[in-house]
């Protein structure tokens, strides 16, 4: 009987000219929310259309995504009608494997209330994994990782899925096999290692010297870094210029 009412009342708005839109979603701007205008009057149909935007704003970021919204923790305020509903705040979104997301209802383009939405969530992406134990400080090798689709819902840290090429890593740490690789793990291996014997070159009043020196520090180019010159008892600071290089361009170092 509720099927044909619903039959019967699209029928009678059809034949008046008006548009009933049962499943249209419009994507907004992610920073201001996202927006499914939609025809609902029941937790069932919040559930539906949260699904529905989660699934596609997290397959954009994603290789797989399986969620379930807790239908039954939804709480509509009684006597509240709303026409449409946005998200808030998704690229806050954090992806552990139980979140929530504020979802506010709108009636005529007016804010009539605001509910949290509970979900279960799993994420899973290609990302790179240690096929073997690496110790700290080494030089990563193609054939130390490989790629594989894995679970990382809940990792607090960036992790890694493609190593740019022309780049030298190495582990910060060490990393055990089957351990994903992330911001953590590994960085850009530097280009001056401290302990290091570096050239250091001098530059005063138009005049140029070149050094030797032991890096105290280690980085990359634009770091600044402390160096002990082979003619100097007091550490200087110098900015790294390339492979074993660095400079000094101000007199403040005492050299």
């Known amino acids: 009987m509720k099927v044909f009412s619903?039959?019967?009342?699209?029928?009678?708005?059809?034949?008046?000219?008006?548009?009933?839109?049962?499943a249209t979603v419009d994507i907004a701007d992610e920073s201001r929310g996202v927006k499914m205008i939609k025809d609902q009057v029941s937790a069932e149909d919040v559930s539906k259309s949260v699904k529905k935007t989660l699934t596609n704003f997290l397959g954009k970021r994603f290789s797989k995504v399986e969620l379930e919204v807790l239908t039954k923790a939804i709480r509509i305020?009684?006597?509240?009608?709303?026409?449409?509903?946005v998200i808030r705040n998704l690229e806050k979104m954090k992806f552990n494997k139980r979140v929530s997301v504020w979802v506010e209802l709108v009636n005529r383009g007016k804010k009539v209330a605001q509910i949290p939405v509970w979900i279960k969530l799993e994420v899973f992406d290609f990302v790179l994994v240690a096929n073997k134990d690496v110790r700290a400080k080494q030089r990563l090798q193609k054939n130390m990782y490989e790629r594989e689709l894995r679970r990382v819902t809940g990792i607090t840290e960036q992790v890694i899925s493609?190593?740019?090429?022309?780049?030298?890593?190495?582990?910060?740490?060490?990393?055990?096999?089957?351990?994903?690789?992330s911001n953590k793990s590994i960085a850009l291996e530097p280009l001056v290692k401290r302990s290091q014997q570096i050239q250091v070159d001098y530059f005063k009043n138009g005049i140029s010297i070149s050094m030797q020196g032991k890096a105290l520090k280690s980085g990359n180019v634009?770091?600044?870094?402390?160096?002990?010159?082979?003619?100097?008892?007091?550490?200087?600071?110098?900015?790294i210029q390339g492979d074993g290089k660095a400079q000094i361009i101000t007199e403040s170092n005492g050299v």
């Open 162 to 181: 493609k190593l740019p090429e022309g780049k030298k890593f190495w582990s910060k740490k060490s990393i055990k096999a089957g351990e994903v690789l």
């Open 222 to 239: 634009g770091d600044e870094i402390r160096v002990k010159l082979e003619l100097s008892a007091k550490p200087v600071k110098a900015t």
């Open 6 to 22: 619903k039959l019967l009342l699209w029928a009678l708005l059809s034949i008046n000219g008006m548009s009933f839109v049962l």
């Open 77 to 85: 305020p009684p006597k509240t009608s709303f026409d449409s509903l």
